[in-house]
């Protein structure tokens, strides 16, 4: 669980993140939603280490960033994995190599071990055995998302953060994507955080949702009471979306 306390972060004096309070559960996909620079990067980025807020608290399973010593703040990266957006596979390794990455980083396994562990979750992922010794550049975009799942998971962490997770991928592909990242937080109990445009993710996988406008926690809930909320913002966001629109007028027409 990670939680929140009124956290704010200005850049050149302007306030970026006005004092955001909130709870992300286990174990369940958490949603960060909103328009374009409402902030949601950077409140990612504060949750993932890489930005201090300039004041609030951020507690990982009870305990507060602030209180770490250098050794935890490196043992809570370890336990952080990562899928950013377009996947940032690196190019020059094979999909294997992409995967044992950050088990050569921050274990001292031998390279059997290892091994074991990469081919573990590259079927964990359902990616064939045949496209294990391959290059991101020869493999097809779900696939690299598979990956890079594969990769920020390897290190069985209690955390992870996803940013636009199904950017560039077809919707169905993107709908098998979302349910992968669903199943593996349920079955590993991590915490999930999750960035993201995609209104088919709020549908499939919105099991709290974390609304952001100009900076501030807006509104929050979860996939099945984002469509009942008067909260106009939201709605305005919501149905700037074809599909929800859709949804919308088959709600209003009993359907
Ligand atoms: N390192 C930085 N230095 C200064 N300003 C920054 C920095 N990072 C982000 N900002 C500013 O913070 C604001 C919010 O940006 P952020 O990237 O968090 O928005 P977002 O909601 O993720 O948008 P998008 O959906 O377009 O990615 C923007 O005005 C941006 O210019």
């Given at each position: 669980?990670i ?9 050149d ?17 958490n ?28 507690l990982?399973?009870?305990?507060p ?8 703040q ?5 336990q952080?994995?990562?899928v ?9 390794m094979?999909v ?6 950050p088990l050569?980083m921050?274990?001292k ?7 074991k ?26 696939m ?37 990242i669903?199943?593996?937080?349920r ?8 960035n993201?445009?995609d ?5 499939e996988i919105?099991?709290k949702?974390v609304?952001?406008q100009?900076?501030r ?28 629109r ?7 027409q009993?359907?």
């Open positions: 669980m939680e929140v306390q009124d956290i704010r972060k200005s850049f004096g302007e306030e970026i993140l006005k004092g955001i309070s909130t709870v992300f559960p286990k174990g369940q996909t949603l960060i939603i909103g328009q374009s620079g409402a902030g949601k990067t950077v409140f990612l980025k504060c949750l993932l280490g890489l930005f201090r807020p300039d004041t609030g608290k951020i990982y399973d009870g305990e960033y602030s209180s770490f010593s250098d050794e935890e490196r043992e809570l990266r370890r952080m994995g990562m950013f957006q377009g996947g940032a596979l690196f190019d020059s094979t294997e190599e992409n995967v044992m990455f050569r921050f274990t396994q031998s390279r059997p071990t290892m091994m562990r990469v081919k573990e979750v590259l079927d964990r992922v359902n990616l064939a055995e045949g496209q294990h010794k391959k290059y991101p550049v020869e493999i097809s975009g779900g690299q998302k598979r990956v890079a799942i594969a990769r920020a998971i390897v290190n069985r962490p209690k955390y992870l953060f996803c940013d636009e997770p199904n950017s560039g991928l077809d919707p169905q592909t993107a709908t098998v994507i979302d349910n992968l669903l199943e593996i937080t079955e590993y109990d991590i915490t999930t955080v999750i993201t445009h209104m088919n993710s709020v549908l919105g099991e949702i609304f952001l100009n900076g926690l807006e509104w929050e809930g979860d996939k099945k009471v984002i469509f009942k909320t008067e909260n106009e913002a939201v709605t305005e966001f919501v149905y700037s979306s074809d599909l929800f859709k949804v919308r007028k088959a709600q209003l009993g359907l």
